[in-house]
């Protein structure tokens, strides 16, 4: 969970790259929709920030994006723009009595964008894991960029998501051709039920003639079962499937998470 | 040549369709907010329907190298349910600040209900307050005086016409439209409202200035491919190419790029799409050979 300091210190650093007509137009939002009262004007404001706030990235100093880090860990593993920092800033002050109704019925009719803008920020609220259950919904979606936002880099999946669901970010990332190393705190979520619904998963693409991520071993690494074994032994193996399977097999060598992360970026 | 069909409803056309039209040089579309045919009954129906035009419609449009933009607002044919059309006007503003919706529409009259008039007259409030274009369904039946009795309205609202456009126009219609200052749309469909041959020699009398081509092709019989065909026939039968690329582009970005939302620079330049992002159960490609295709967009 965040600290109140931490979230002042995010609306800090995101206002410090605004221009001072975005600033005031983010300022004089975050002033009105922090009041209870006027919570209802927060969907129509976090719309029109598209108007008022460039979707321009941000140059960042290494010191700013080390804090950042500890406020949101895996900032810098996904793209952050300008309007997505902003959004994010009026969905923070919104009073913690009134976020989950206010968001919840804003996820509903939110467009593309925001629906990026919202998830990436849900980590940040003070009562984060009432959103767990949205989270999950989001999992579900076909969006390409929207799955990106919830996946990569967003620290809200590992902190706060029950195993099922994790399970089902990791396995929907593999459907979806995305990488798996941008995921924030990937090694923590490996578990038996998920290696094993992943070597049922290899069973099923190997029969088909399909191949399957290099990263997908990744997560069955210390859960490899003896019928996966077999279906090696009888493979042809070639290229990095080979070594990285002969790796997987060897009691001596430990793949390392920044191999692991190598491996992700090359295939 | 590179079009822009700023009249199309994308929700009932399939992947086919968005193939061919970005093969025929369509680079954007505006969706307009209508009917379905089915008439809705109650509201939520139209909050998920307009979520998909900000959501899944869009995303599924990028897929295919297409910008897809929309328009919001109450159709006049659903207007004459009122428990409901109360019920839309409520939830409306939230949609119409959305990015990308760059005028309120389609809107206008049906039957020309009192009805009708009402949610007309409210919504054309509303276009004010956003400061955002207009977008004119104009009546089938007694098209002519639903036609005048709407630019009326408008004026009496005083909505400037530069950023108004009166859309299925005829050969009935076009003068008055032109002559009060309105642009003027021409639906372009393969049995009804205006065939292309008509809408060339329509393009020979009128010229280009303020004449939009678009093909509202839905879910009845319709082509998706109107905007790019009319051109090309207009290419064939002397017309040129600057007035050609007026009304089947230019003159589109022109009114609706008023809005702030509608930008050239969204679809100019290189665009990759990788339809190897979607292999899922539910997305758009299912079981055929992802492709990666390179669409470099230049002018003509």
Redo the contacts between chains.
């Keep these: 969970m965040t600290s109140k300091q931490d979230r002042n210190k995010f609306i800090e650093i995101t206002t410090s790259k605004l221009n001072p007509k975005e600033l005031d137009w983010l300022n004089s939002k975050i002033n009105i929709v922090s009041k209870t009262e006027n919570a209802k004007k927060f969907g129509v404001f976090f719309s029109l920030a598209s108007r008022f706030i460039s979707k321009g990235f941000c140059e960042w100093k290494i010191s700013e994006v080390e804090e950042l880090k500890n406020i949101y860990p895996g900032f810098k593993k996904s793209p952050w723009t300008k309007l997505d920092l902003s959004r994010v800033c009026l969905m923070i002050v919104l009073d913690k009595t009134i976020n989950k109704k206010v968001l919840l019925d804003f996820f509903k009719i939110a467009e593309m964008k925001e629906q990026i803008s919202l998830y990436k920020g849900l980590f940040l609220l003070s009562n984060a894991s009432e959103f767990s259950h949205q989270f999950t919904e989001g999992i579900r979606t076909n969006m390409v960029n929207v799955f990106d936002s919830l996946a990569q880099g967003n620290p809200f999946a590992q902190a706060y998501l029950n195993e099922n669901s994790w399970n089902q970010l990791i396995l929907k990332s593999l459907f979806m051709e995305r990488k798996l190393y941008p995921i924030q705190d990937i090694d923590k979520g490996k578990n038996e039920n998920l290696a094993n619904m992943l070597q049922d998963y290899i069973k099923e693409r190997w029969v088909a003639g399909r191949e399957v991520s290099l990263e997908i071993w990744r997560m069955i690494d210390g859960f490899l079962r003896d019928d996966i074994k077999a279906l090696i032994a009888k493979r042809g193996l070639e290229g990095n499937e080979k070594e990285i399977i002969e790796k997987l097999l060897d009691q001596n060598i430990t793949i390392s998470p920044e191999d692991w992360d190598a491996i992700g970026k090359i295939n | 040549m590179m079009y822009i069909d700023p009249h199309i409803h994308m929700v009932s056309r399939t992947t086919d369709d968005y193939e061919n039209m970005r093969d025929a040089g369509i680079v954007a579309v505006i969706e307009p907010a209508f009917w379905l045919g089915q008439p809705r009954t109650n509201v939520g129906s139209f909050?998920d329907y307009?979520?998909t035009l900000?959501?899944?419609e869009?995303?599924r449009a990028s897929q295919f190298g297409i910008k897809h933009y929309c328009t919001m607002g109450l159709n006049s044919k659903e207007a004459n349910n009122e428990a409901v059309a109360e019920e839309v006007i409520e939830?409306l503003?939230?949609?119409i600040?959305?990015?990308?919706v760059v005028a309120i529409g389609e809107i206008g009259y049906d039957d020309q209900t009192d009805l009708e008039d009402k949610y007309f007259r409210i919504q054309l409030e509303m276009a004010k307050e956003f400061d955002l274009p207009v977008m004119i369904h104009t009546p089938h039946r007694d098209k002519k005086q639903g036609t005048l009795r709407s630019m009326d309205v408008i004026e009496e609202h005083e909505i400037p016409p530069h950023l108004v456009v009166i859309d299925h126009n005829n050969e009935e219609t076009v003068k008055a439209v032109l002559d009060r200052g309105f642009w003027a749309g021409f639906t372009i469909y393969p049995k009804t409202k205006m065939g292309k041959q008509r809408m060339v020699e329509v393009a020979k009398k009128y010229g280009s200035t303020k004449i939009i081509v678009d093909s509202s092709a839905d879910w009845g019989v319709s082509d998706p491919l109107s905007v790019a065909r009319t051109g090309n026939l207009m290419l064939e039968q002397g017309i040129s190419k600057e007035d050609v690329h007026k009304l089947c582009y230019q003159n589109a970005l022109d009114i609706y790029g008023q809005s702030?939302?509608f930008n050239e620079s969204d679809w100019l330049g290189e665009n990759t799409i990788n339809q190897?992002?979607?292999?899922?159960?539910?997305?758009v490609l299912r079981g055929q050979e992802p492709k990666i295709i390179n669409y470099k967009s230049a002018r003509n």
Excluded: C, M, T, Y
């Design positions: 909050k307009f979520s900000v959501g899944w869009r995303f939830i503003p939230q949609f600040a959305k990015e990308g702030g939302q190897s992002d979607l292999l899922d159960g539910n997305s």
